[in-house]
C-alpha cells in the first residue's frame, strides 16, 4: 500500500481529456512538489512534470499538472493511443525522510 | 546529451550480495546541483527509491532499506554504485540509476538508465 495513492487504472477514448489523481498527506504532497512519470511499455520512466506544474523540455503542453492541498492531479489533454503508458507520482516526505512514489495508474486508450 | 547505463550480474544468489554500476556520461558527477540515486521495481509492482548519493560521498536511502544498502561513487569514473545485501527473492527487480534534482521544496530524477534486471535465485 503507497503512501501516495493513485487509481489504479484510467481509460479515455482518443482526443479527449483525462485526469490522474494522486493523494497525500500533510507531510508530502501537504508541504513538497509533486512530480509526474510516464512509463511507457518496456522503456524507463520518463520525467513530465516536476514542481507541480512544471514542464521539462520536449515534454508536450497536451501534459499539465495541478496541486490542491494534499492532493494533486495530472491532465491529459487530446488523448493518443501512444500515451498509454503508466503514470506515477512522486513527492519527498519530510516524517518518512524518503522519496516516495505512488503506486501508479495504468492509462488505456480505448 | 546526459546518459546513464546500469551494469552489473543479472542474477545473484539468495542471502548473497546485489552490486551494480552506473557510468554517467554527458556530464560531471562532481555536479553541486544534483544527486545520484537509484531506483527499483519489482515484477508487477510499483517504482521504490532505494537511495541517493552526493559526489562528495553523502548518501542518504529509504529506511525500509537501511542496513543493508550503500550507495558509493567514484568520481574519477564517473560512476556510482548500488550494493544491497542480503537479497531474497523479493528484491528482483529492475533497478533504475537517475539523477537526481533534490532541493526542497522540489525533488524529481530528471534523467534514468534503461534499466538492468537483477533477479534472485539460487
Known amino acids: 500500500q503507497s503512501v501516495l495513492t493513485q487509481p489504479p487504472s484510467a481509460s479515455g477514448t482518443p482526443g479527449q481529456r483525462v485526469t490522474i489523481s494522486c493523494s497525500g498527506s500533510?507531510?508530502?504532497?501537504?508541504?513538497?512538489?509533486v512530480c509526474w512519470y510516464q512509463r511507457l511499455p518496456g522503456t524507463a520512466p520518463k520525467l513530465l512534470i516536476y514542481?507541480?506544474?512544471q514542464r521539462p523540455s520536449g515534454v508536450p503542453d497536451r501534459f499539465s499538472g495541478s496541486k490542491s492541498g494534499t492532493s494533486a492531479s495530472l491532465a491529459i489533454s487530446g488523448l493518443r493511443s501512444e500515451d498509454e503508458a503508466h503514470y506515477y507520482c512522486?513527492?519527498?516526505?519530510?516524517?518518512?525522510?524518503?522519496?516516495?512514489f505512488g503506486g501508479g495508474t495504468e492509462l488505456t486508450v480505448l | 546529451q546526459l546518459q546513464l547505463q546500469e551494469s552489473g550480474p543479472g542474477l545473484v544468489k539468495p542471502s548473497e550480495t546485489l552490486s551494480l554500476t552506473c557510468t554517467v556520461s554527458?556530464?560531471?558527477?562532481?555536479?553541486?546541483?544534483?544527486?545520484w540515486g537509484w531506483i527499483r521495481q519489482p515484477p508487477g509492482k510499483g517504482l521504490e527509491w532505494i537511495g541517493s548519493?552526493?559526489?562528495?560521498?553523502?548518501?542518504y536511502y529509504n529506511p525500509s532499506l537501511r542496513g543493508r544498502v550503500t550507495i558509493s561513487v567514484d568520481t574519477s569514473k564517473n560512476q556510482f554504485s548500488l550494493n544491497l545485501n542480503s537479497v531474497t527473492a523479493a528484491d528482483t527487480a529492475v533497478f533504475y540509476c537517475?539523477?537526481?534534482?533534490?532541493?526542497?521544496?522540489?525533488?524529481?530524477?530528471?534523467?534514468w538508465g534503461q534499466g538492468t534486471l537483477v533477479t534472485v535465485s539460487s
Open positions: 514542481s507541480n506544474n
Open positions: 537517475a539523477r537526481h534534482y533534490c532541493n526542497s521544496p522540489t525533488c524529481h530524477f530528471d534523467y
Open positions: 512522486a513527492a519527498w516526505d519530510d516524517s518518512l525522510s524518503s522519496f516516495l
Open positions: 554527458g556530464d560531471s558527477i562532481s555536479s553541486t546541483s544534483y544527486y
Open positions: 500533510s507531510s508530502n504532497i501537504g508541504s513538497d512538489y
Open positions: 548519493i552526493f559526489y562528495s560521498g553523502s548518501a
